[in-house]
């Protein structure tokens, strides 16, 4: 496959998850990403084991995007936090403005993700590049459509040097939100969010947590498959080959996988795209 292909992973929370997520990295290094990034918990919850994770990534010869959210954060804490990752020979980063914490109130001094990318902009100048999120369906929290592609403008015009979408299953609904952006001067590569289907229960959950529509007959044919696991990953399997195929013959920049700390799915993806 011809397009540039890069993966996300969360920093796991114990010893085991840190041997099976190494061995997972492994597995997916074989298709040669373009940078593997890795999240930052609500309020920065897992700041310690991302910048660990990040640093693993990089010692295994792969470029590593941290992420970085901004939600309870100071300009102060976030221009240290920045020295370390400069430090560390982070070369990218993905702004956002982060989710709440349960019972956590905004505080801070940055309420949205465009003052994060343009604060890191003002110290850092070019040493980092900056990736930031986009939402095809329109943001969980967002007033509006246009509310929501306004918001997004606003984080290319602070700095922003490309975006990576929430997941989806409509291409349509991408490339609506490409044209929209670039009718509004956010025209910078949008690349697709890809999420593996490989257990109807979690789709669901996370689906209805981030705002991601499961298209009806999507969600029907998954639930027909009651408990049967082999089932749902080989349907899995299909739908989210064939959202790729048409993506990549359209021409989008890249292909980020949430691989959810799991090789095989997205390994089987790959290898079914090969040709392309």
Same mark, same amino acid.
């Given at each position: ?72 954060? +100071?300009? $102060? !804490? ?13 070369? /990218?980063?993905?702004? #956002? =403005? ?99 289907? +490989?257990? $109807? !229960? ?13 298209? /009806?007959?999507?969600? #029907? =044919? ?55």
């Amino acid at each position: 496959m011809n397009v540039p292909v890069s993966f996300e992973f969360f920093p796991p929370k114990t010893p085991d998850g840190v041997e099976k997520l190494r061995a997972t990295r492994q597995a997916l290094y074989r298709h040669q990403p373009e940078f593997c990034s890795v999240t930052f918990g609500a309020g920065g919850s897992t700041q310690e084991g991302t910048f660990q994770t990040v640093k693993e990534i990089l010692g295994e010869g792969v470029a590593a995007a941290c992420h970085f959210s901004c939600v309870g954060a +100071t300009k $102060s !804490t976030v221009r240290q936090q920045l020295a370390v990752l400069q430090a560390m020979g982070v070369k /990218r980063i993905v702004a #956002l =403005r982060g989710d709440l914490p349960s019972g956590y109130g905004m505080g801070g001094e940055f309420h949205y993700a465009s003052d994060l990318v343009a604060f890191i902009r003002s110290e850092t100048g070019a040493a980092f590049h900056i990736e930031v999120a986009a939402y095809p369906e329109i943001h969980p929290q967002s007033k509006s459509a246009d509310a929501d592609l306004k918001a997004f403008a606003a984080k290319v015009k602070a700095g922003a040097n490309s975006a990576i979408t929430q997941y989806f299953f409509n291409a349509d609904a991408y490339f609506r939100f490409v044209d929209d952006a670039s009718r509004l001067g956010a025209d910078v590569p949008v690349v697709p969010g890809i999420m593996p289907i +490989t257990s $109807s !229960t979690q789709l669901m959950r996370f689906s209805d947590a981030c705002g991601a529509e499961i298209p /009806r007959w999507i969600r #029907l =044919r998954l639930q027909g498959f009651g408990d049967d696991t082999a089932s749902i990953k080989s349907f899995g399997l299909d739908v989210i080959t064939d959202l790729c195929v048409q993506l990549c013959t359209a021409g989008v920049p890249g292909i980020h996988f949430y691989t959810m700390n799991q090789a095989a799915a997205t390994t089987e993806i790959l290898r079914r795209l090969t040709p392309l």
